[in-house]
Structures are given as C-alpha cells and as structure tokens.
C-alpha cells in the first residue's frame, strides 16, 4: 500500500518526495518509509488546519449586526484533538521503533567482519583500520585521511569517536547520521548496497571550517576490496616474519631473491611514518 503510495507520488513528480539521494543501504528503505508515513501524515495535518483556517476566515468575518460571543471551550473537542494526536504520534513511534532501534541500539546491531574507526577531528574524518591482526591500536593499523573504503553487501561495524568537539557521522544515501561526542566511542554500522563513491560530509556545526569538513566512503566489490587489502596490507611481509626471527642465515638465503625483499621493504618503512602518527593522534584522542 505505502510502495504504491510511494510509487504513484514519484510517478506524479512530486518533487519533495524524489529530494531524497538513492538509497544505497540495508536499512534505508526502512528509513524512507518511516519518512514517507511522518512526511504524508504531516502533510494532511498541515492541509487540514490551512483549509479550516481559511474556512474560519470566512465563516466569521465581521459582519454588521453580528456580535463577538464568548465561549468556555468544548470538552469533547479538547477531548478529541489532545488523543488524536497523542494517538498519531504513539503509532509513529511503535511503527519506527523496529527500524530504530536496528541501527541505534548496539545490541540488536548484526555481526561485522569489517571494523573501521572513524575520528573527527577539526576539521577532517580519521579512518582507522585495525590490519590483519583485528586489534586496534597495534603496529599493523592503519589510518586513510578522508577515504573510507568498504566492501559492498558486508557489514561494516564503525567506532565513533570525537578528537575535540561535537561532530556527526553523515552519509546520506546510507540515511547514517549519528554524533560524534568528544571523549566517547559510540558504535555504528552499515551495510552498504551499492558500489560508488559516497560523500560523508559533517552534519554538526563544528567550527569555521565546518563546511569544509568531509570526506569519502569508497564502496568495493569483493574483488575491488580484496586487492585493496592485499595492497594495503601484503601477505608478503606477514610470511616473511617468521623467518627473520627463525634464523638470520635464512633471511641471507631469501636474499638472493631480491626482487621480493625490496618490494616488501617499502611497505615496511611506509608504515613507520605511520606509526608516529597513529600513536600521537591516539595520544591526542585519549
Ligand atoms: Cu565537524
């Protein structure tokens, strides 16, 4: 019934219902929908009061020899327009409340593999990646200045967290918003639906440089993801371990096979840059 409200008013171009971007996650049908109901119910409301105002108007403009009367009030009329809306608003909340408490409620949250750590920060978003290990905070992490990436159709679970001042979390064709409070990591989590590059600007005026403040989700396939991975975090150097730590004779034989030592080095001295930035601005964070 509601689709094919839905579907009629797009039909029509009724402009205010085709603003919203593409929906582009798990829940943000369910998100729309939930617009839809509070958007048309608000709508009649607002026609309804326009029309009887109008009405009002005319019906008791002055008149010569009509004289003002003063009334009481109406019990059964204050009876019927406090409950009405009390009704309408109580239906609204148990019909949202599913859908709410799915992407708020950290416990009804679904299972992610993906976990990514998100801090603003005056004025910039932070993505941090916990490496292969899945801790956060060690020598394999990893943060991207301004670039998201996730895989398509995964779940992707995100950590919160506030460097300075009140941010919010904004993805539009996910319908994610959340704030982002200083000194506190509040979960989060999506599952994005479409590949594409989405923008993630900050929907809480945080300072001079508010409006600048953005940055990207990069949604991969799996394949585009996986080779993201391998690229960020080689396999190489995670095999190689325990032969330099077996015996330095072995790590001399592998020398010979120059290419892959040199090729690992350089990841290896890129994230040492990394590393001091990491722990400082995790310092900073806490
Ligand atoms: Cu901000």
Redesign the pocket.
């Known amino acids: 019934m509601l689709e094919q409200l839905i579907d009629l008013m797009n039909r029509l171009n009724v402009n205010m219902l085709s603003w919203l971007p593409e929906a582009a996650s798990t829940y943000a049908q369910a998100i729309d929908e939930v617009f839809y109901i509070i958007y048309i119910i608000t709508g009649l409301a607002f026609l309804l009061v326009t029309v009887l105002m109008f009405w009002f108007l005319l019906q008791f403009k002055a008149r010569p020899g009509r004289r003002a009367r003063y009334s009481h009030g109406n019990v059964a009329l204050e009876l019927i327009w406090t409950i009405v809306p009390t009704l309408v608003f109580l239906g609204i909340f148990f019909y949202s409340q599913s859908t709410w408490s799915i992407i708020k409620y950290p416990s009804a949250f679904p299972e992610s593999d993906v976990h990514v750590r998100v801090v ?1 920060k ?2 910039a978003w932070e993505f941090h990646y916990p490496g292969p290990d899945g801790e956060f905070d060690t020598d394999d992490d990893k943060m991207f200045d301004g670039e998201m990436y996730v895989p398509v159709n995964q779940v992707v679970g995100l950590t919160l967290r506030g460097a300075d ?4 979390f904004f993805v539009p064709e996910f319908r994610l918003k959340q704030d ?1 409070l200083p000194r506190r990591d509040i979960p989060a989590w999506f599952n994005a639906t479409k590949t594409g590059r989405f923008e993630t600007p ?6 001079p440089g ?1 409006s600048g ?1 953005k940055g990207w989700v990069n949604v991969y396939d799996d394949a585009e993801y996986q080779a993201w991975v391998a690229e960020q975090w080689p396999p190489a150097p995670v095999e190689e371990a325990p032969v330099d730590t077996g015996a330095v004779e072995t790590g001399q034989e592998d020398a010979p096979q120059s290419d892959m030592p040199q090729g690992d080095v350089p990841p290896q001295s890129e994230a040492d840059p990394m590393d001091p930035e990491e722990s400082g601005q995790a310092d900073t964070v806490e």
Do not use: K, N, P
């Open positions: 603003a005056q004025f001042v009140i941010h919010s982002i900050c929907a809480e005026l945080c300072g508010h403040m």
